[in-house]
Every structure is written in structure tokens, then in C-alpha cells.
């Protein structure tokens, strides 16, 4: 399947009169306040998103590979029980009687699936995670029941890590201001931000990133994951809607479920899905009862960390403007690495920013730190202060981290004084779109909208996986592969991650090594046109080239 969908550009502006529309009841649908509804406003231009099906032979070859895999394994736990076969798993004691604490299915693709080709993940860096790095040499001689470092390390290109435009550096501005931080306000906090944890660098970043996305207030968080995970059932409660899409991060499904709330999915990046949802809430209420909802919210993410593809925002905009919901953005993967100058997935579209009404992001892709903030009216930033779990409870975030942070941002707003930032955010861009365009000339699949730097390969079989992730590693290249339960099954994938630390010279050699580790392995599934599977050409390539050394 591919569509093309609206994107930023300097196409034709197109404007959207949204009408208000009311519940009989006379309450908006039950929600709290009634917003000002005229206009929506932005660019629009025709970007490709990708999503094209794998042939039938393939996957049902991946799922008899599975099948067989899990068939095999039922057959090694047979052979361990009756001693036949040695038996290094870790075993529960002193509960004789119980039923298996952990779940049997799991604990048997971990022993027999996993384990053996555990090599492929967590492999551990001795270098910064720039667009080259060191990975720490690891040996197994029991099929990686245990694996031990060398003490070697293996200098690589750098495709697996999130560092969209290269801030997570060793030397330099950032690294300088970082290190500074450490003098005067020391490693960490030790405390809350609602006791003794409140530093004038938080406040300094807090406002700063108010000025950066365009709106109020906000808030930082020392944690990305808690920052979803803990603020969302700080918004809603029983009584409330929740409409997700289907595949949304882990982060933002753990915090609808601490919500209480009521929990719908629709279909990824589908308008016409959730404005079923959103007439179906609208026209029926809650269950049983059919009273309103007291709120409607949509989670939507900006850029999808597996899929690539990018949020049909001005749709979405309308729709909620259209029934009266509030808008959740999760921007953790696009605020830097989308827009002119890296305000997100918000500027990329040409959008106002506080037509969102729940702005979130992370500040450990682009910004080379970690942890995240909310962003929004200074009401909903005041009630976040005083209810959510993170500001209570949670330490407060590490002064050199949130310096790491002021610093890259600064870089990316000007406010260094040099063009470092608008630089990064235009390599970045032509980065993207030229390994695109590359991958789609070999014949691979590849997932995703043409401007996201995350570009899924899709691959399929799970030995295929592994021995692309190896053989990449030997011709060193690291890259990280992705497969079920993570994805579906007949859709695993290796997934690269585009950097602003990357340049011509090096994308080239990652390239020619995925061309010849694909033939390899066989992995050129392609069948559709290159003309089906992206809109971008040669001239487009020359065009962001010229932008990027517009400004060198």
C-alpha cells in the first residue's frame, strides 16, 4: 500500500472552515470548555508514505519459520526436562506447588528464540553514539546462555542510534556547557521539584522551551518514558475517552491504562477511522448509561519509531476542532528533527502550535540528553506542577542534562551566535531523503514517509534478520533489527536511524554494505515501481543540497 498525504513545502497554502457543532445538551459534549473554532491553516505539499505489502511466498514463508521455531523449542525443553540436553535456564526456588510466575509462552521464546540470537541487541558502545562509534567486542561458546567482553572494540559506522542531528558529542559547545553545569550545580538534585529539587536551570529550560515550540509554559521531566506514563492520568479519569492510535509507544498505552479512562484505538494514521470514533463517542456517550463523555483526547505520535511515517496532523487538527477533543502530541521523535527550524511536526505542516492542546516530546533523540516536557496553556502546565506523579515524586532532572539541553537548543534557535543549528536541521533533512531514494533504487521495501529519519527495511524472516544485523557488523555497521512480538510477524525489519553526524562519503559506504548484505541474504522484495514508492527525485536531492550549502 502507498498513498501520498499533505506535508510541509513551499507549495499552496489550503485553509479548512471548521464550523462548531453542539450536542443537544447544550455542554460541547460533555467537555469542559468550548473553544474558539475558525480557521485551520497550512502548507500542503505531496509527500509519499510507503507501506507497501511483502509478497505472499515470503510471509507465509515467515510464519512457517516461527511455527517451526516454536515447535523446536517445545522440542529442547523436553530435552532438557528429561536431561537429555543441558540446562542453563534460571529456575524459581522455593516455590513448590505455585503455578510459573512468569508466563510460559514468553519464558519459552526467551530460551529458545531470543537467547541465540541476543548478540544482535543490547550490544554496549565505548564511544559517544555520533555517526561513527565503538562497539565493545562480545564471544558466546554456549549459543549466548553467556556472553563475554574481549576487552576489544570494533570502530563502526553508526545507523542504530537515536541522534537526529548529532548533539551527542564528547567535545564541543554542548559538551563544554555540560561540563560547566557539573561545577556549579553538581551531578544530581536528590530531590523533588515540589521540595528541595527546583533549580534555576530548570526554570531557565522550561522557559526557553516555551519560547522554542511557540506557546505558554512548560515543564521538564528527568524521565521520556514517565513523562507520558505519569502525566496522562493526571488529565483524565473515569468518565473520559481515550482515542489512540493502534500503534502508539509503550509510554503513551502503560499511561492511558493508569488513566482509568476508556480506551479506543483507531487505525495508524487513518482520518477516516477516527472520525468514526470520534462520531460513534459523540452520537452514543458512555456505555450503558449514554451520557456524554466528560472529555474526548487523541494521542497521536509525530513520527512513528517503526513504522516512519508522519502524522496527518492538519487532518487531525480538524477532526478534533470538528467534535470538540482535546489533542495529546507525542513529538518525541520529530521536534528537531522535522520543520525548518526543528520545532516538529507542528512547523513542518505550517501549523499554530497551540491549536494542540497537550504538547509532549523528549529530549533524548535530537537534543543528545534525556528526559521530556509537556508543553501547553499555563493552566494545564500549573495543574501538571501540582497533580502529576512525576513533579511529586520523581527526582528532579540533573543540572549538566538540563544544560546539555539549553545548549543544543540554543544551537537550534541561533541564539549561539552561529548557523550550527540550521545547518544540522538541513543535513539531516537531505540525509533522510537521499538514503531514501537510495534504498528504494535497490529494490528494498522500505516503510515510511520521505522525510522521516527513521526508515524501517523491511526484511521478514527472523534468521534473515539476524544474519543482516551480523554481517553488517562484521563489514562494521551497526544497525538495529526490530521482529515479532515488537512488530507483526511477518513484518520484521531492520530499522536505521539518520543523523545530522552523517555525511555523503558515509552514507555511501553504509549503503554499498546494505546493497551487498541485502543480495546476500535476498531481502530485495520490491515489486512496485520506484515511482509508486516515493515522490522524490534526483532534482529534489539537488535542490536540499544546495539548501544545505546555502548556509556553510
Keep these: 500500500m502507498v498513498r501520498a498525504m499533505v506535508g ?101 521464546y526467551i530460551r529458545n528464540l531470543y537467547t541465540r540470537v541476543s548478540d544482535c541487541w543490547n550490544r554496549p558502545i565505548c564511544s559517544a ?34 541522534n537526529y542531528l548529532g548533539f551527542a558529542e564528547k567535545s564541543g559547545y554542548c559538551a563544554d556547557a555540560a561540563e560547566t553545569a557539573v561545577k556549579s ?51 483524565l479519569d473515569k468518565g473520559c475517552l481515550i482515542l489512540s492510535d493502534e500503534l502508539n509507544h509503550a509510554s503513551l498505552v502503560l499511561g492511558c491504562r493508569l ?20 462520531r460513534h463517542a459523540v452520537v452514543d456517550g458512555q456505555p450503558r448509561t449514554h451520557r456524554p463523555w466528560k472529555k474526548i483526547l487523541i494521542i497521536v505520535e509525530g513520527v512513528y519509531s517503526m513504522e516512519g511515517s508522519i502524522v496527518d496532523l492538519p487532518e487531525v487538527i480538524r477532526l478534533k476542532k470538528k467534535y470538540k477533543a482535546y489533542l495529546y502530541l507525542d513529538e518525541a521523535h520529530s521536534i528537531g528533527a522535522l520543520g525548518p527550524h526543528g520545532r516538529g511536526v507542528v512547523e ?69 551566535g552561529t548557523n550550527i543549528g540550521v545547518t544540522r536541521i538541513r543535513q539531516l533533512a537531505w540525509n533522510t531523503r537521499y538514503f531514501r531514494r537510495r534504498l528504494h533504487e535497490m529494490g528494498f521495501i522500505i516503510y515510511g514517509n520521505d522525510d522521516s529519519p527513521v526508515v524501517p527495511l523491511i526484511i521478514c524472516m527472523p534468521a534473515k534478520a539476524v544474519c543482516f544485523s551480523r554481517e553488517c557488523l562484521k563489514r562494521n ?52 515501481p520506484i515511482e509508486e514508492r516515493t515522490l522524490l527525485t534526483k532534482r529534489d536531492l539537488e535542490v536540499s543540497q544546495n539548501n544545505v550549502n546555502g548556509v556553510l
Design 259 to 278: 488513566s482509568g479512562a476508556s480506551i479506543r484505538t483507531f487505525k495508524h494514521n487513518d482520518m477516516k477511522s477516527l472520525e468514526d470514533k470520534l
Design 348 to 416: 513542518y505542516y505550517g501549523l499554530n502550535p497551540k491549536d494542540v492542546d497537550v504538547l509532549m516530546g523528549t529530549f533524548t533523540k535530537s537534543f543528545g540528553a534525556a528526559g521530556g516536557y509537556i508543553a501547553g496553556t499555563k493552566e494545564l502546565i500549573t495543574h501538571l506542577k501540582k497533580r502529576s506523579h512525576s513533579t511529586c515524586y520523581a527526582t528532579s532532572m540533573s543540572a549538566p542534562v538540563a544544560q546539555q539541553i539549553i545548549a543544543s537548543m540554543k544551537c537550534i534557535m541561533g541564539l549561539d
Design 8 to 108: 510541509n513545502g513551499d507549495a499552496c497554502a489550503r485553509t479548512c472552515i471548521l464550523k462548531d457543532s453542539y450536542a443537544s445538551n447544550g455542554i460541547s459534549n460533555g467537555h469542559i470548555r468550548k473553544p474558539d473554532i475558525t480557521e485551520v491553516k497550512y502548507k500542503q505539499q505531496k509527500t509519499n508514505e510507503s507501506f507497501e505489502e511483502v509478497p505472499i511466498v515470503v510471509a507465509v514463508l515467515t510464519y512457517t519459520a516461527y511455527a517451526l521455531l516454536v515447535v523446536v523449542g517445545h522440542i529442547r525443553d523436553f530435552l532438557r526436562k528429561i536431561g537429555f540436553e543441558k540446562n542453563d535456564i534460571a529456575k524459581e526456588r522455593g516455590n513448590k506447588g505455585f503455578v510459573p510466575l512468569y508466563s510460559d509462552f514468553e519464558s519459552l
Design 129 to 162: 553514539p555520533c555517526g561513527e562509534f565503538d562497539i565493545m567486542e562480545r564471544v558466546s561458546d554456549d549459543y549466548n546462555w553467556h556472553i563475554n567482553l574481549t576487552g576489544k572494540s570494533q570502530h563502526c559506522l553508526n545507523l542504530g542510534s537515536y
Design 477 to 528: 555497521l551497526g544497525v538495529v533489527i526490530v521482529g515479532f512480538p515488537a512488530t507483526p510477524i511477518a513484518e520484521g525489519r531492520t530499522r536505521f536511524c539518520l543523523s545530522a553526524a552523517h555525511n555523503k562519503e558515509s552514507l555511501d559506504k553504509a549503503l554499498a554494505i546494505i546493497e551487498e548484505v541485502g543480495d546476500l541474504v535476498a531481502i530485495r522484495y520490491s515489486r512496485l
Design 185 to 235: 550545580y553538581g551531578l544530581g538534585v536528590c530531590s523533588t521539584r515540589q521540595e528541595l529539587g527546583n533549580l534555576s536551570i530548570h526554570e531557565e529550560l522550561e522557559d526557553l522551551i516555551a519560547d522554542f515550540l511557540g506557546v505558554d509554559a512548560a515543564l521538564a521531566f528527568g524521565m521520556g518514558f514517565a513523562t507520558n506514563a505519569l502525566n496522562i492520568p493526571t488529565l
